[in-house]
């Protein structure tokens, strides 16, 4: 599944419509095609602020559009740099509840120039969904989105 969603990662990336599109389409491709994906969403360093701001996203509107550093898994991969995924989002003490569906949570930094400007964030109803090969391919779309930031 992963590997054939890499191409069409790429040619929304190298397609001629502006960022907010292609992440836009991206969020949705993932959410349409990888079945225990059930929100997908970027979230992007607020300017000098030490918090983040929500992107493009997929899945049903959040009131967490903005989410200082520190704070929920988002929060805490801002400071960390670090993929944190969450099998089980009721044992999370510092998590920020967006749905009680939402059984899991993995959310992979996006760098730009070695530096942490963002993430993608990925909820899931399903328990424990997530594998390293989620990490792999979460990684590699952020690389891919990296080039157009
Ligand atoms: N659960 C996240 C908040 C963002 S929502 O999942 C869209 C967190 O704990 O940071």
Known sequence: ????????????????????????????????????????????????????????????????TIIPFGKGICGQVAESNENFVVPDVNAQDNYIACSITV??????PLFVNKENIGQIDIDSNTADPFTEADEHFLEFVNFEVSKIL
């Open 1 to 64: 599944m992963f590997d054939s969603l890499r191409p069409l990662v790429k040619s929304i990336v190298d397609s001629h419509k502006n960022t907010e599109e292609k992440l836009q389409e991206i969020c949705n491709l993932l959410k349409e095609e990888i079945p225990h994906y059930d929100w997908v969403g970027f979230y992007f360093k607020n300017g000098d602020k030490r918090e983040l701001k929500l992107g493009p996203y997929a899945g049903a509107p959040t009131d967490h």
């Open 103 to 108: 059984k899991a949570e993995i959310v992979v």
